[in-house]
């Protein structure tokens, strides 16, 4: 979700590649497969919906559209304010990137200003 919402902070939103696309549609099917495994409470008190049968009705694939998309809401919300917050590092860390092509952990971290 990093590369997404970093590609729309600073290209916009109409500039999202289709790599950053794609990492959507893959966190969303992440986030299906652990709603409907048992992994929130929200929605079955850690029940396994995989392994109940007649659980596809439309009530609980409704119940399923909400708590999923409420987490990744809420997920998308915070890599947002972490990455607006620290949009000036992310900055030197692509021109640093732009100019070596790759960067160590190390040079990342100085970069960041923060102990490896």
Known sequence: M???VAEEI???KKYVTTGCSSDM???TKIVYHHVKS???DELTGYSNLN???GVEGPEMKDHV???ANTILNESYQRVRELLVRNKKTMEK???ELVDKETL???EVSAIAGIRA
């Open 104 to 106: 160590t952990r190390e």
């Open 51 to 53: 392994s109940v049968e």
């Open 2 to 4: 990093g590369g997404r």
């Open 25 to 27: 549609n893959t966190a």
């Open 93 to 95: 860390v692509a021109k």
């Open 38 to 40: 048992g992994m929130f």
């Open 65 to 67: 559209d909400q708590v």
């Open 10 to 12: 600073f290209f916009g």
